[in-house]
Structure formats: C-alpha cells, structure tokens
C-alpha cells in the first residue's frame, strides 16, 4: 500500500509541476512587447551594442541583459541575411 501512495504523490507533483510551468510558458509568450524591436522593420535594433554582442545574437540568438527593457528607438540595423550562420 505504502509503494502505491508514493506512486500517486509522485505523479500528483509531477501533474503540479506541469501545470505550473504551463502557465509559466504561457506567460512568458504574453508578456513578450518587443522591446528594443523597431516597429517599422520588425527587426532588433542592434545600434549601441559592441561587435561581441552583435555576434552572440547573430550566431546564437542572445540578447544583452542590457538591452531588455530598452525603449524602442525608430532606427534599425537588422543582422545581415546573407551571413554565414556557424562560419568560421
């Protein structure tokens, strides 16, 4: 009996867990205002940032902890198109 009721708390945690990183995820997708995104181009407005930090985003996708939260300026310089993901 004993090996059924930790069966049946594991599985309620594990549920609870779920539940919760669910309306954690769902949050996360809400809350995005694209922040430090131009609104003409749709494309981050990388101005500012170091050629270290331009690189990171281009090739990995990270943003500066910096830059969240930043306000939306009007001028843009999207990452090039036509460069080379993972090139050496």
Known sequence: MEKNTVIVIALA???LVSVVQAVQIS???GGVTGNAVAASSGNLDTTGWTADEIMNYEMHG???ARVQGQVVRAVSSAPSQSA???GC
Request: aromatic share 0%; charged share 10%; proline share 8%.
């Open 27 to 29: 949050n996360i997708k």
């Open 62 to 64: 990270t943003i500066p």
């Open 13 to 15: 945690v594990l549920i």
């Open 84 to 86: 080379m993901v993972g």
